[in-house]
């Protein structure tokens, strides 16, 4: 039975299963091992690693510290491990992945739909699953949690970032307000106003209050919302001024109740990248999703641009 040290290879996946669910029959799941066969396992792991890996912590387990590296070792090494054993390239049709994304909410509504469509006519037996930005979104790119970031800002400079394409800002603004009849708002008009702010996960500021700042300018935020499609529907309801992407706005359709302004250059535009962690740069099922989101983001409809 092959080893590495004092550990047996054959616990490396159930080792892998237990680091990453933190949870003995979740792991066992993941594994496709009974639930006595992970507890064996572990204990296995225990004694040849003299560490106990998983230590309970309130309502559940926690990392030892020794197991946290481990865990980092671990997701940058079984993905090359997994490519050379394997002596099939990679077959999007009869692959059954299961790959984890992060977004916004304006990624889920403007990307998602011709990534949904590309993705299943090509793999139709694997799976997607798509969760909203969050604090801590690059540190679960880290520890293998998501596979792929959707994200108008740059990750950390570790990290692979690509651009897929930019957008317009423009401001929305309820159909009463006093600049709902011009077609576009000067800076002096836009910083006396009250603002909505979008402030999504843990991006930081904004990168409209960034770009004032440049010129030594600051805008007046009355209301903050987790999503651009809150920022929308709040703007009809207030006197407040919501700064979005021009193709959310337009992907919404037709709102009676608020109008659309070109927004002061100085916003600036708005540019979308996936990131993801240079760990999978070569792993073919994450190349083929990348070139998926490729796809997408290329054929996005511009009619609407003028």
């Known amino acids: 039975m092959a080893r590495l040290g004092s550990v047996d290879l054959n616990l490396l996946l159930p080792l892998a299963a237990l680091l990453e669910e933190r949870h003995v029959s979740r792991a066992a799941a993941r594994a496709g091992l009974s639930q006595p066969a992970m507890s064996r396992a572990l204990g296995r792991l225990r004694e040849a690693l003299g560490d106990e890996l998983l230590v309970r912590a309130g309502g559940g387990y926690a990392l030892t510290p020794r ?13 090359r491990l997994e490519e050379l054993v394997s002596d099939a390239p ?24 011709p990534v949904f469509e590309r993705f299943f006519a090509a793999s139709p037996r694997s799976q997607l699953r798509f969760a909203p930005v969050h604090d801590g979104v690059f540190d679960d790119l880290e520890r293998g949690r998501t596979h792929l970031i959707f994200r108008a800002v740059e990750g950390p400079g570790r990290l692979r970032s690509e651009v897929l394409f930019e957008d317009r800002s423009v401001c929305v603004v309820a159909a009463g307000h006093p600049l709902a009849g011009r077609a576009r708002v000067g800076l002096e008009e836009y910083l006396a106003c009250r603002h909505i702010e979008v402030s999504v996960g843990d991006a930081g500021e904004p990168a409209v209050n960034r770009r004032l ?56 535009p708005l540019t979308y990248r996936m990131i993801w962690h240079p760990r999978l740069e070569d792993d073919p099922p994450h190349r083929w999703l990348r070139d998926v989101v490729r796809d997408a983001a290329a054929a996005l409809d511009h009619a609407s641009e003028p």
């Open 90 to 113: 990679f077959s999007p049709h009869d692959a059954a992945e299961t790959f984890r994304v992060t977004g916004t909410d304006y990624a889920a509504e403007l990307l998602g739909p």
């Open 213 to 268: 700042r440049v010129g030594g300018d600051d805008r007046e935020i009355a209301l903050t919302v987790p999503f651009f499609a809150g920022a929308l529907r709040a703007a009809a309801a207030t006197d407040l001024v919501a700064t979005l992407p021009r193709r959310l706005v337009v992907q919404q359709g037709d709102r009676p109740g608020v109008r659309v302004l070109e927004a002061p250059p100085e916003v600036g």
């Open 67 to 79: 197991a946290e590296r481990l865990h980092r070792e671990l997701a940058a090494v079984l993905p």
